[in-house]
């Protein structure tokens, strides 16, 4: 079927199902892709613990500070 087939049979813009089809080609899937770009290094757990351990000692080093959330962290 074309593409305008497609269209008027789901009752969908062209440009969808346009795009769904260069998707299918290019990638052989239509699911969700990961985003592009650098990733978060940090887990949302990780900030929460950095944040704690700042704010409950202000005179602590950064190198003691980065020390404290390796090891809890695990790493």
């Given at each position: 079927?074309?593409?305008?087939?497609?269209?008027?049979?789901?009752?969908?813009?062209?440009?969808?199902?346009?795009?769904?089809?260069t998707?299918?080609?290019?990638?052989?899937?239509?699911?969700?892709?990961?985003?592009?770009?650098?990733?978060?290094?940090?887990?949302?757990?990780?900030?929460h613990?950095?944040?704690?351990?700042?704010?409950?000692?202000?005179?602590?080093?950064?190198?003691?500070?980065?020390?404290?959330?390796?090891?809890?962290?695990?790493?």
């Amino acid at each position: 079927m074309s593409i305008r087939e497609i269209s008027l049979l789901l009752n969908i813009p062209q440009s969808t199902v346009s795009g769904i089809v260069t998707k299918l080609k290019e990638l052989g899937t239509t699911a969700t892709q990961p985003p592009s770009g650098r990733q978060r290094k940090m887990t949302e757990r990780g900030q929460h613990m950095l944040k704690r351990t700042v704010h409950r000692s202000r005179q602590l080093s950064a190198k003691s500070v980065a020390k404290d959330l390796q090891s809890s962290c695990g790493l």
